[in-house]
């Protein structure tokens, strides 16, 4: 049974920065892509960065395009996402999310995504 762990997330004023990290155990991640997604209170969950399971390629949200960046460490069963010039309207629960089947690409889909962290708080003050 994979588990996933986000950590790193916290409350922070427009334009600062947070690193978020997400700890996979109980198996390895190294040959699947990975997603990071969050959700806002009152909203739906929405995609916002993937990442290919050797990290070749990446894809982001147009709203973080530019911003974040999604990484890997395979060696450390770790993916990351470097957050840059924080907005208040990036505030959210931020999740990890592993993807079904082997060497497939990330999407954008949920429904695309086997195994889920718990999500790590990011607050944006003004």
């Known amino acids: 049974q994979v588990q996933l762990v986000e950590s790193g997330g916290g409350l922070v004023q427009a334009g600062d920065s947070l690193k978020l990290s997400c700890a996979a155990s109980?198996?390895?991640?190294?040959?699947?892509?990975m997603a990071w997604f969050r959700q806002a209170p009152g909203r739906e969950r929405e995609f916002v960065a993937g990442i290919t399971w050797r990290g070749g390629t990446t894809s982001y949200s147009d709203s973080v395009k530019g911003r974040f960046t999604i990484s890997r460490d395979n060696a450390r069963n770790t993916v990351y996402l470097q957050m840059n010039s924080l907005k208040p309207e990036d505030t959210a629960l931020y999740y990890c999310a592993r993807r079904a089947f082997m060497l497939r690409p990330p999407t954008s889909s949920e429904a695309d995504y086997d195994y889920w962290g718990q999500g790590t708080q990011v607050t944006v003050s003004t």
């Open positions: 109980g198996g390895s991640i190294s040959n699947r892509a």
